[in-house]
């Protein structure tokens, strides 16, 4: 979901579900896109990417699923541990050394 | 893999006064930096990019002469936030590129508390 005023909304999950964050991005033209992973007080941590040539990616525990038609990206976590824990972030960019633009997050709350 | 080095990771200053952040690459070459701002439950509001050896384009509403940026090699950049005040108070975080791919490489932070 989007977030609305300052107030990053909450996705709350219990532990070994699948968590299922979405993201709504604006720019058609964006050719690569980033979900981070950041932890209070530190800096954001790469998660997984996808260029705008895929639909889907696939890591460890984690997929990113790419919409171009609906301007949607989601990132789908397997398994949800309580490290998980943290605020979640789309970015996405024009093209490679281009500026990074940031959604505007979501935290997820794993219950145990 | 790439690493991104930010220092001081916090800092406390008086109201007035000028602190500098300093973001290195420390085993790649960084043609491009971005320095980001961060208020609490806020998202990365990226202030401006820099390229070494020229000036740095900063995003609309920011002001250069408050925030001097430098990028005066392919490994370090600074960020310099001039007669500070405590709206200044936020969480700076700097991003390195290099043109060997398209990975964007985060430093951990600086807190800054303006007092």
């Known amino acids: 979901g989007e977030s609305v005023g300052l107030h990053l909304p909450t996705l709350s999950v219990q532990e070994g579900d699948n968590s299922i964050i979405n993201c709504a991005y604006s720019?058609?033209?964006?050719?690569?896109f980033i979900w981070y992973k950041q932890e209070s007080g530190k800096g954001p941590q790469f998660i997984i990417d996808i260029r705008s040539n895929m639909d889907k990616r696939q890591g460890q525990r984690v997929t990113v699923l790419l919409n171009k038609t609906v301007k949607h990206l989601s990132l789908q976590i397997a398994a949800t541990q309580p490290g998980d824990s943290a605020v979640y972030f789309c970015?996405?960019?024009?093209?490679?050394?281009?500026?990074?633009?940031f959604g505007k997050g979501i935290t997820l709350s794993v219950r145990p | 893999g790439a690493v991104v080095s930010q220092h001081p990771s916090w800092v406390i200053c008086k109201s007035g006064t000028s602190v500098k952040i300093e973001c290195r690459s420390l085993d790649f070459q960084a043609t491009t930096m971005f320095w980001y701002r961060q208020f609490p439950k806020q998202s990365l509001m990226l202030m401006a990019t820099?390229?070494?050896?020229?000036?740095?384009?900063?995003e609309q509403g920011v002001e250069k002469d408050k925030f001097l940026i430098n990028h005066a090699s392919l490994t370090l950049s600074t960020l310099t936030v001039t007669s500070a005040h405590p709206e200044d108070s936020s969480f700076y975080i700097c991003?390195?590129?290099?043109?060997?791919?398209?990975?964007?490489?985060f430093g951990s932070g600086t807190r800054l508390t303006v007092v």
């Open positions: 720019n058609s033209a964006s050719d690569y």
């Open positions: 991003s390195a590129t290099s043109p060997l791919d398209y990975g964007y490489t």
């Open positions: 970015a996405e960019s024009p093209g490679a050394n281009s500026k990074l633009t």
């Open positions: 820099s390229n070494e050896g020229s000036k740095a384009t900063y």
